[in-house]
T-cell receptor, first 116, second 110 residues
Framework: KAGVTQTPRYLIKTRGQQVTLSCSPISGHRSVSWYQQTPGQGLQFLFEYFSETQRNKGNFPGRFSGRQFSNSRSEMNVSTLELGDSALYLC???????????????FGEGSRLTVL | QQPVQSPQAVILREGEDAVINCSSSKALYSVHWYRQKHGEAPVFLMILLKGGEQKGHEKISASFNEKKQQSSLYLTASQLSYSGTYFCGTEADSWGKLQFGAGTQVVVTP
């Protein structure tokens, strides 16, 4: 069973540019969550998508956006990049079925973004 | 709101025990525990649910005090493979929104 796949794995951008990161969840998983990981802040919740709808959003500025497609693949976009956006961006998928709680998250390897 | 984890770091010798704590100011649906080794993705350890049900790891245990909205992860008879950063994740505001603490770095030495 293939795991969560994130692309690209590494990328370097300059301030003011924009970036799009992609996440392919495990087959059959309908929920995709995105996290920003930095050394001092741990895992910061960005947003969660379920069946193409953004169901939850964290406390990030509007420059951070995302979407989910009908095949559950998800993308996140960061516009007008700032130096502080340098981080590891992790995508996680879960079944997102009728459970009354979030089930096990399966994380991808992440996309490491460096903003110069 | 992120849960608060303590301690920030702990160093153990093989065979020793440790406890990692996680607390929230909000009523919780669930508490998750994950471990991340350096350069790798976080890996699921267990879920503790409101009502006491626990699902997860064989050799690492945890508790969930619903009254205090606190969870503790118990590393018993630690092994070298236990080294890594442990994160607790809490689900409080909304189903599907899992927020993580800052992490606890665990180093197990021979």
């Amino acid at each position: 069973k293939a795991g969560v796949t994130q692309t690209p794995r590494y990328l370097i951008k300059t301030r003011g540019q924009q970036v799009t990161l992609s996440c392919s969840p495990i087959s059959g998983h309908r929920s995709v969550s995105w996290y920003q990981q930095t050394p001092g802040q741990g895992l910061q919740f960005l947003f969660e998508y379920f069946s193409e709808t953004q169901r939850n959003k964290g406390n990030f500025p509007g420059r951070f956006s995302g979407r989910q497609f009908s095949n559950s693949r998800s993308e996140m976009n960061v516009s007008t990049l700032e130096l502080g956006d340098s981080a590891l961006y992790l995508c996680a998928s879960s079944l997102g079925t009728e459970l009354a709680y979030t089930g096990e998250l399966f994380f991808g390897e992440g996309s490491r973004l460096t903003v110069l | 709101q992120q849960p608060v984890q303590s301690p920030q770091a702990v160093i153990l010798r093989e065979g020793e025990d440790a406890v990692i704590n996680c607390s929230s100011s909000k009523a919780l649906y669930s508490v998750h525990w994950y471990r991340q080794k350096h350069g790798e993705a976080p890996v699921f350890l267990m879920i503790l649910l409101k009502g006491g049900e626990q699902k997860g790891h064989e050799k690492i245990s945890a508790s969930f005090n619903e009254k205090k909205q606190q969870s503790s992860l118990y590393l018993t008879a630690s092994q070298l493979s236990y080294s890594g950063t442990y994160f607790c994740g809490t689900e409080a505001d909304s189903w599907g929104k899992l927020q993580f603490g800052a992490g606890t770095q665990v180093v197990v030495t021979p």
